[in-house]
Structures are given as C-alpha cells and as structure tokens.
C-alpha cells in the first residue's frame, strides 16, 4: 500500500480514486453534510470519466463535508488569513469548489469575507452561482401529528404557546412537544429555521426584517425555543436520531425534505412512516456550486472549475441528486424519490422565503446564543488519577479549555475532579468570572490517587438531580482512561439509577463518556455501560467515545467506541479498520461505506490508501452527536 498525507480537517474527508487516479490538476471542494454522498460520488465518476481542461490536463476532485455553518467557519478564516499573510494563498487546502446548503449560508459567507476584503468580491453572490440541487425546509413528524400541524396558518406561532401534541392536533395523545433542529451556529437548516422562527412571529417578510424586529421578537422566538430536547450538529444525523428514538426522544424537526425521505427509506420494519409537512412559507434550500475568487484560486484551478460545474449538471451526476431525495437542478432529470411512500410531496406549494439582510441574520445568532437558546446544564467528571499521568492529562485539558471557551452565557458546567476522592464541583459558565474559575480548575489538575469511576459518575448525576431546571438540557459528561476503583456503587446499581435519570425517566439526563488512552488502557465495556445507562436507544443521545493514543474515534450508532488494532465492526455492512504506524486505514470497504461510521471528522480514504489526518480528543468531544449542543 502506498501512504497519501491529506491535510488536517475538521469535517468529513472524501477522497475517490486514489490508488490509481493521478490527476493534473485537483479541485479542493467543501461541501455542505447534505451533499456529501453525492460529491463523495461524483469525485469517483470524475476518477472514470477523465475531465479535462482546454490544454489536455486532467481534473480530479477531493471532497470534504461539514455543516454549511462550519463551512462559512473554516472558509472566512481562510481568508482573513490569507488577507493578513499568515497563510500562503497557495495553501491546496483552501476550497476552490465551496457549495452550502442553502442560499442563506451563501449570503452570510459573502457577507463576512467582504468585511476581510471589501472591494474585492472572493465570494460570488447567489445569482452568479449555478444550482446543483434543492431540498425545502419541512417539518418531519408523525402521521397522527402531521394533519393538526397542516391545518395550522404557521406551525411556528402555534409553537409558541402550544406545550402538548392535542394542542397542535386535536385527538393526538396529551403528550408534551418534543422539538428538534440542528444548531444556527452549525448548520444550514438550523440557521433556516431560526429565520423562519423570526418570520413567522413577526409577521414581516424575511427581507423586510429588521435589527428592532430581532429584539422586539426574541422572547416570542425563546418560547419556540423551549419544546428543543436537542440540538444537532447533521440535519440527516437529527432525522435518523428521530427515527430510531421515536416521538418521546422527539415527535417534530426541521429538517430538509430530502432527510424524510432518507428517514422512510431506512427505518425498521414495521415502524410507522415518517411525514414532511411543508409550511406556507419556507426555505427552498438551494444547493449552489460557488466559484471563488479569492487569491488562493489560481487560473488553472479557475479554469478546472468551470469545467466540474459543467460536468455535475450533467443528467449521470443530477441523477445522483435525485437518488439521495434531493431535487434536481437539471430540469431533464426527475427527482426519483419524491414520492409519497416516502413522506413527501412532488406537488407541494409554498412560498419560498428570501434571505435577511446579513447583518440582521447576525443579530438573529447573537439573539439565539445570549437569549432565546435553550440553556443547558453539565456534569463534567474529569479523572485526575495517577493513571492520567503525562499526555492524557494534558489532552483533557487542552481539550476541556477549548470546550470552556464556547459555552454560552446562559449555560452552566459543574466540573467534577475525581481519583480516590471527589471533589466539590466547581461551577462555571461564559462570563469572564466563570471562565477564569473554569482556567483555574484546569491549571490545578494533578494525576495522583485511584480511580472511584462509579462513585463520581453518580456524584454527577446527583448534582444535576438536585440543581437542574426543567427547561435546560441535561447532560454527564465523563472523561477518564480506567477502570473503577474502589466506588461504593456498583456498575448495576450505576446503571439503574442512570437509567431512571435517562429518557425513560423523567429527568432527561444524556450521559456521555469519554476514554482517553492506548487502545485497551480504558475499560471500554464498563464506558459503554454508563452511556447505555443514561437511557441510549439505538442511535440514540448517550454515548461513549474513545480516544485512542492517536487520538481519532468511531462512530458506531448509539455508543461511539474505540477501535483496537484489526477490530472488525458488523452491521450491514462489515468492515474493518486496521493501524499501522499511528495511521488509520481503512480495509475491505470503500468510502462509500464509511461516511456514517466516520462521522466525527475522520478521513474517509478508499480502500489501499493511507491518510494521517487525525482528529484531536476536543474534537471527539464536540463532534459527538448531540454533545456539540451541550456548548
């Protein structure tokens, strides 16, 4: 096998083609997560294919995916960067191909790029960038719920005020509103939805809206807000979420059409299907490919570019689009699975929503993150055992100030130090007080002592028993690299109270875990155990991530777990990882195969090739589904 170095990323890498495939010259693309199926494919028709340029060069394409939010992150940094100096516009990691999930994200990346650049328009705006495909915001829910929430004027004025599904649907059971949708910071159909949010309560057109209108609305916008249990990081990871959870873990999302279908497509036998309800006035959700050009795009990139969006309008690369429930942008194409088997209408009309002004969009995130997000309430039991000598420790805590650095005002971490003895929590939020007692804690961390694992997961819980509010999110969050010690509490006796805190109880508290060490140094049946404990449902909230000395993680449904040397994975389809030299590669499988099980920001390679890129133990920490809200 031949080793292929990519560059560190922070999202999905989708590389196609790669044993074989040399190309001339290669187009960097950053994609919004709903396309990254079809880019990961059109990278491996491009490999067969042989696009070439006017002088005979050929083209190829390396993909990464993320949440259309970090893309706009990872793209205004690159070029603030390059502004000042600090990155050579010759970097090959700066995307020459960018494509967001909708056209909200678009005027928000050329929004803040311009205020790096004024006058030298990087980003294009949305007129001067080819469709490629599109999916409207809708409402996934259940059937019974589905006919109330359609004969509603606005779902989201009901929202408001409605606390039970009989309020939305009279008939349906008293059962409280469970709401989700992934995070306006992260993602493009969060962000959509908080606009719609602020549309449908003010009662102004979205273009109309205005700075006074985001004040004067915030407190109807936080009344929405507060039926959220979570919120995601993948509007397609929120659906599947749904679906294996059911209506207790959530009974409405937003999300994209094209996510109900993916939903019905894949949900258990026998298990009812899933409906999108389509409101009055939407988001249509238009998948652009955005050309930029900034300096870090050289003429023959340009050139390579212009010949690849020629190419993924071509009706084998739409149909492509159409396969994964999205809409077309080449009308000669039909979009395939637009059906009603699979909860969705061909037929539906509604008036699609313009964007904000960006800078009223900004004043809507800044509103949402100080105001109207849902608050959430944490239990951090970090391990300072003699056992965490040396670079574990040193990675918590690299890890845990970042984390620190990104909690918003309103929520609230209690930090948990344990070894023998568990110390009082020390609680923090996102002042300035409260991050500097948080500075302080990590400063003062010391590996000495045993490890009372159990007695300390339970202490966590207790702390959020006693001072949890109803309307925050709750959560443990447990970082150690060993086995229990000397509690007084058994794993059984864990794991029952656990479970009557978690989604089958009346508390709602998630529990995570995370292991830090060697793969085989932290007890990873014991890790799992407690994530199970606090009330996982397959694919569910509760997890366990492991962090190997090089420091990546999997993803495996419900639990994320750490993968030892030659570990063979089973589900549908089974595969396996092996380690070489701190490197991950990936055996008897395809990318194909591997974009869900890698959804923490691990590369994704083909089969005989190597990557080192790797994932840092905050990045396990905040990619972990559901975790990133806990922020």
Known sequence: MRRLTLPAAAGLALLAGCSAFKPGVEVTALVGSALSDVCNQTAERLTRDQQRLADGTVIGLRCRAMGSGDVVTEVVEAARAVHNGSRSADDPTIPTLISLDGDLEQDQLQYLVQ???????????????????????????????????????????????????????????ALPIRFVHTAPTRSNSGLQTLVAQYVAVSGKPAERLTLADVRANTGKVKAIQSKITRYGASTGGLAKAMVQNGPFWASIASVYESSVVASNRSRPAGQSPYVAIYPKATFTSTMRLILPTGPWVSEQEREAVQVLSDYMLKPEVQELVADIGLRPANPAVTASQILPSNGVDSKARYEALRSPRPEVVQAMIQAWLVAAKKSSRVALVVDSSGSMQG??????????MRYLSQIGVNDTVALI??????????????????????????????ADGGTHLHDAVLAGRNWLKQTGQKEEILAVVVLTDGRDQGSTTTLSTLQEELRRSGFEGDDRIAVFSVGYGEAGAFDATTLQALADGGGCLPGGDSQFVGVEASAVAHRDECAVVGIEAEQRIGGENDVRLAVEDSLWAVKEADCGLWKEFLGLGLPVVEDGCWSNDQTSSLDALEQAEGLESLS
Do not use: C
């Open 115 to 173: 205020q790096i650049a004024p006058n030298a328009d990087w980003i294009p705006s949305t007129t001067d960038s080819p469709a490629f495909a599109s999916s409207p915001m809708v409402l996934m829910t259940t059937a019974d719920l589905a006919d109330g929430l359609n004969d509603l004027e606005n779902p989201y004025t009901a929202l408001t005020t409605a606390s039970t599904h009989r309020e939305l649907a009279p008939g349906s059971a």
């Open 391 to 400: 670079a574990k420790l040193a990675a918590v805590q690299s890890s845990l």
């Open 417 to 446: 130090d344990f070894d023998s003895r568990i110390q009082k929590p020390v609680v923090v939020d996102g002042s300035d007080a409260g991050q500097q007692r948080g500075q302080a804690f990590l400063s003062g961390l010391k």
